[in-house]
């Protein structure tokens, strides 16, 4: 079965950087995205951005745009998330997740095997 596994985040100071990555195993399909998602505490699970594995098109929520950056390693089944100028309402659990849509999947319904799941926190 697919399986996701989400690096360690940690705690980075306001502006900081932090890179994320999740390495993939199972996935026998040839047709998906990846993307990563987060969660603040009270809040809904909200889509971050995301890749196109086969043709590598990426696509980004407003509030990380031109912060984030999503990469894939396709030998290593590996995606990544570098993130950059973090501010403290990065602060999240910071979920991968894979989608078999043959569509821009942005909402978690749309993603079908997740990883369990990674906190970032940013200090003011």
């Known amino acids: 079965q697919v399986q996701l596994v989400e690096s360690v985040g940690g705690l980075v100071q306001t502006g900081g950087s932090l890179r994320l990555s999740c390495a993939a195993s199972?996935?026998?399909?040839?047709?998906?995205?990846m993307g990563w998602f987060r969660q603040a505490p009270g809040k809904e699970r909200e889509f971050v951005g995301s890749i196109w594995w086969t043709g590598g098109a990426t696509n980004y929520a407003d509030a990380v745009k031109g912060r984030f950056t999503i990469s894939r390693d396709s030998a290593k089944n590996t995606l990544y998330q570098q993130m950059n100028s973090l501010k403290p309402e990065d602060t999240a659990v910071y979920f991968c997740?894979?989608?078999?849509?043959?569509?821009?999947?942005?909402?978690?319904?749309?993603?079908?095997?997740w990883g369990q799941g990674t906190q970032v926190t940013v200090s003011s």
């Open positions: 997740a894979v989608s078999r849509a043959l569509w821009v999947a942005i909402t978690a319904r749309e993603y079908d095997y």
């Open positions: 199972g996935i026998t399909f040839s047709t998906y995205t």
